[in-house]
């Protein structure tokens, strides 16, 4: 993000502070009072009318465990209101775990020693050490900016030991600026960048330089570089004289010195409803998914040891439709579905923003504020309530706490309705939490929940709601839930809470929780797992994820299996459980994605390379080989597509057809034939289309036969 609304400050920084802190106080109260008007049906009533939502939860399937700092917010130098006791209050209530500093953009101007950032407004009472007092009333670790733009890797060095020498603030997490790919390097800038060279190039050689004063000072100090999200500007751009864009540039040569990626993601879009920013949410794991393969593709072996955080996210970049309740109903799909998808941190822009355009949502006034409190600031006559109020993102990101906590692991879990997510964690009491969000605003929702590997008590669950005319998240009792089936109010969001029946699930095992299973090798149909065994067990389960589904794909009393027949070119993700003497199972592992590769000796060979991208579209050029010992006349190519939102859009030099992610590829009426033995080529081009990441296909086949190289 860059800068705050208003000209040079936020509106409203002249409230008194005591009358401010009592209001905070009074809407942390608020939190505890009676529910309003809406409702969860009870059991009785749900028996009597069908369920039109079908939910299902495996908790044999992890999808991780959620860390310390799964939960996070921005803040700014710019906010007089950053540090107020009120606010840190309510960050601790929602369990945040991560705070960053010093404020997106402005961490390329700021300098922490003198707490001056030139061509800025830094508000009183901001500084570091003013900030790590609200870390720490809030329980969370920080996350810090060094000042790439016109900072020096001494400058930075010299802050890591200032808050982890002289302070000991143990701060762990340090990013190298902010949106560095702004710099105008690609033509469009924003991000303040004082470097005679722009390129992606240098500003890896500045990670490679920043990472080595920073950890000569605390070894133990993580360093994240900064990449572009896939799928977004300037993604797949190369500029001139770089060798490629942004993400690999950077990547291939800093891998052995970082920790972590920092990435962000705006959703975008002018929509009002939550339909529309959970349809564009739908996108986001197969973005992350890219960012991990580029890890993988240049730090190898070690990529596990790169984390991914996505310090920014909200729905807009500005504007309106951020206050009101459908941008609440996003933040808690949106906080789930990324630490699901590998984020180990997941940082909402801003705690604080300032209004902007005013509008009517739901019936409620939007003040087009990316901040999740109130900074009390106005738009014309049209003032914000009183600062540190909380707006429904708030109680979006709140919500999730009640789902679970560090060291729970978030289980796979699907719904049958494109307007109900559903998010799950397996607790470590052993007890569900199961999330339920309901986009629909007209219509309530009826769910049955159906479980694997899960057995649910007798005993009613408890239920957490917010929904319309609730003033917080309020608790639901008397026994108006049952474990098989609940009803959602329009535009609401539930926590079900499910104890398990005794004597069942991984409490009942006497095998602990495997370790992560590692990749050891892989060829075209074969794939080599290992990892770490636990006490008590007799045996291990490898099983494979689809959706919410599992199964078996291998066992064994050892610590290693060889997965084999596997198509090549193919993506899969296993966990592994381990089973004691009597047969009961454990937890799961954290799970494992990797890919199949192609056949080394093929019959045929390809070559699919990139010619040029441009953010949502490319040209690319296809060269097979026929390697056979005889020729092949009226020859076709096919491939899949690793998502479903790449597309071919016109070619040449032979025919296209596309059917939902598969691509055929004709030869030209009067084309030659392929020669025997590498003789000849068949080449051929295209301009295709991406609406996000776009991934090369994993394996292209020659008349049907899986074919070397890609």
């Not at 707490?115 to 920080?142: E, I, K, L, N, W």
């Not at 459908?326 to 590998?342: I, S, V």
């Not at 005794?502 to 095992?509: D, H, I, L, M, W």
């Not at 992610?661 to 289309?689: Q, W």
């Amino acid at each position: 993000m860059h800068l705050p609304h208003g000209p040079g400050r936020p509106a409203g920084t002249g409230r008194r502070r005591a009358a401010r802190t009592a209001v905070v106080l009074a809407a942390a109260f608020a939190l505890l009072s009676p529910p309003g008007a809406a409702g969860v049906a009870s059991a009785t009533s749900q028996a009597d009318s069908a369920a039109d939502v079908s939910v299902r939860v495996n908790t044999q399937a992890s999808l991780g465990r959620l860390s310390g700092t799964a939960r996070g917010v921005n803040t700014a130098v710019w906010d007089s209101h950053m540090n107020d006791f009120g606010a840190a209050a309510l960050m601790k209530a929602a369990d945040v775990g991560a705070m960053r500093y010093p404020g997106g953009s402005y961490a390329d101007i700021y300098h922490w020693q003198t707490h001056t950032a030139p061509g800025g407004y830094v508000a009183p009472g901001t500084d570091f050490d003013s900030f790590m007092g609200t870390v720490r009333a809030t329980g969370a670790q920080p996350i810090l900016i060094a000042d790439y733009g016109s900072g020096t890797p001494e400058e930075a060095a010299g802050w890591v030991r200032y808050a982890n020498v002289t302070k000991d603030y143990g701060a762990k997490y340090w990013e190298i600026g902010n949106e560095v790919y702004g710099n105008g390097h690609y033509g469009n800038g924003w991000e303040h960048d004082e470097h005679g060279d722009k390129s992606p190039r240098e500003y890896a050689r500045q990670v490679r330089a920043y990472a080595e004063a920073m950890k000569a000072v605390d070894p133990t100090v993580k360093i994240g570089a900064v990449l572009t999200t896939p799928g977004y500007w300037p993604d797949g751009v190369v500029g001139e004289g770089d060798p490629g864009d942004w993400n690999h540039t950077v990547l291939s040569e800093v891998t052995d010195v970082i920790d972590f990626v920092s990435v962000h993601w705006y959703a975008g879009g002018s929509g009002t409803t939550a339909q529309d920013a959970t349809a564009r949410l739908s996108g986001l794991p197969g973005e992350l998914r890219e960012v991990r393969n580029q890890i993988d593709r240049y730090a190898g072996a070690d990529s596990p040891r790169i984390g991914i955080a996505l310090t920014e996210i909200n729905t807009n970049t500005g504007g309106a439709r951020l206050t009101a309740r459908p941008n609440g109903l996003f933040a808690a799909d949106a906080f789930m579905t990324a630490l699901e998808n590998g984020v180990f941190t997941v940082d909402w822009w801003n705690t604080h923003n300032g209004a902007g355009q005013i509008t009517t949502v739901d019936g409620e006034t939007d003040y087009g504020d990316m901040g999740m409190l109130s900074s009390g600031a106005c738009t014309g006559d049209v003032c914000e309530p009183a600062p540190n109020t909380p707006f429904h993102p708030y109680y979006g990101m709140r919500m999730t706490g009640e789902l679970g906590s560090a060291g729970d692991t978030m289980v796979a879990a699907t719904s049958s309705a494109q307007d109900v997510s559903v998010h799950a964690v397996h607790r470590r009491d052993g007890s569900l939490g199961v999330l339920l969000i309901n986009n629909d605003p007209d219509a309530a929702r009826t769910v049955d929940l159906q479980y694997a590997g899960f057995t649910p008590s007798a005993a009613a669950p408890e239920v957490s709601r917010y929904a319309r005319g609730d003033s917080g998240i309020t608790e639901v009792t008397g026994g108006e839930a049952s474990a098989s089936r609940v009803t959602v109010p329009p535009y609401a969001m539930l926590t079900v809470t499910l104890e398990p029946q005794a004597g069942t699930g991984p409490g009942a095992s006497a095998a602990g929780t495997p370790g992560t299973p590692k990749l050891e090798a892989a060829t075209d149909t074969t794939a080599r797992l290992s990892w770490e065994g636990a006490a008590g067990a007799t045996r291990y389960l490898v099983q494979e994820r689809d959706g919410a589904y599992t199964h078996l794909v291998g066992e064994t009393t050892g610590t290693s299996v060889t997965l084999r027949n596997l198509p090549p070119g193919s993506t899969h993700t296993v966990n592994v459980l381990a089973a004691d003497a009597s047969g009961r199972l454990s937890a799961p592992s954290t799970p494992l994605t990797f890919t199949t590769g192609t056949p080394p000796d093929a019959t045929c060979a390809v070559t699919y390379h990139h010619d040029t991208s441009w953010g949502n579209g490319f040209v690319a050029t296809v060269t097979v080989r026929n390697l056979s010992d005889d020729p092949i006349t009226g020859w076709t190519v096919d491939w899949d597509w690793p998502t479903d939102r790449q597309s071919v859009s016109s070619g040449w030099n032979a025919t296209f057809h596309q059917t939902g992610r598969h691509v055929r590829v004709t030869a030209s009426e009067g084309a030659g034939p392929l020669a025997p033995d590498g003789g000849s080529t068949a080449s051929f081009g295209f301009v295709g289309a991406n609406d996000g990441p776009n991934p090369e296909p994993t394996v292209l086949r020659l008349n049907g036969t899986a074919c070397s190289g890609g």
